[in-house]
């Protein structure tokens, strides 16, 4: 038995950090989103005031995990909970519009109840939304935590500190990768398989624009490949599927691939 080792297993446990579980961390999150859509739910307050009590509680134990978080950059950000809800009516803004965007933008879709209850796509960019929020803050690890716990869910991997316009709409979502530096503009559009990703994922280039800009209305069919920090993406274009891409787009072009497809009667004789 290696007794150094679970000394050190043991001084772990009584480190000062103590930061909530993932499952903590996520649970406060759906709750902000709960409170945000009551579709999720079938909770009512008695009053406002009853309405707002409950925001403080929300409040304060957001205050608590920031504050464990904060330790591990020996950092002060207890106010930072106070500032997030602060914010929160222009993050209900900003989600509605990406209601709309997957309403309006989807046929199958039959209400906006239906997209916020049933849709991947809108968990994850709310999850997503909440995160950035955090990030901007200058939170650490959390806002990671949210998104990748959208990821495990949704399969749809969107880094927080990517920059993301309104009316984002994703459609199926399943296999999306959104990195880091990726700004992305207003009534974009993406569908399942799309990565917006670096071409060298070296440890040297932490820090520089290293992922795509995709200006607004642009649609990316699935599985098209954008990679590269100096790539743009013009607005209005058009991206196909499985297209990929390592330059940038004037406005309004379409890229698409034109394969050779055969098509023989299984009946034929050879």
């Not at 933008?105 to 991947?120: C, L, M, N």
């Not at 991997?157 to 999306?176: L, M, R, S, V």
């Not at 700004?183 to 070296?202: F, N, P």
């Not at 607004?216 to 920090?229: N, P």
Request: hydrophobic share 40%; with cysteine.
């Amino acid at each position: 038995m290696d007794h150094n080792f679970y000394n050190y297993l043991f001084e772990k446990t009584h480190s000062d950090i103590n930061i909530p579980t993932n499952e903590v961390i996520a649970a406060w999150a759906e709750q902000v989103m709960n409170l945000l859509f009551i579709e999720n739910t079938n909770k009512k307050f008695e009053s406002v005031a009853a309405l707002k009590a409950h925001v403080f509680e929300l409040e304060q134990e957001l205050s608590k995990i920031i504050s464990a978080s904060c330790k591990l950059k020996g950092g002060a950000c207890h106010q930072s909970a106070a500032r997030f809800f602060e914010q929160l009516s222009e993050l209900y803004r900003i989600l509605d519009t990406d209601i709309n965007a997957i309403y309006e933008g989807d046929p199958a879709a039959r209400s906006r109840f239906e997209v916020i209850r049933t849709y991947p796509g809108f968990y994850a960019i709310c999850l997503y939304r909440i995160a950035h929020l955090l990030f901007n803050l200058d939170i650490p690890l959390v806002p990671r935590i949210l998104t990748e716990h959208a990821h495990s869910k949704t399969g749809i991997d969107i880094h927080p500190a990517a920059e993301i316009g309104e009316y984002f709409y994703i459609d199926h979502g399943t296999g999306i990768v959104v990195g880091e530096t990726t700004v992305i503009g207003k009534y974009v559009k993406l569908y399942q398989g799309v990565t917006l990703g670096a071409l060298s994922v070296k440890k040297t280039l932490a820090g520089s624009k290293r992922h795509p800009t995709v200006e607004d209305r642009v649609v990316i069919y699935s599985g098209a490949t954008i990679l590269g920090g100096e790539t743009v993406i013009g607005h209005d274009s058009i991206i196909g599927g499985n297209v990929w891409l390592t330059e940038s787009l004037a406005p309004f072009s379409t890229a698409y691939h034109s394969p050779t497809i055969t098509i023989r009667n299984i009946k034929e004789t050879n």
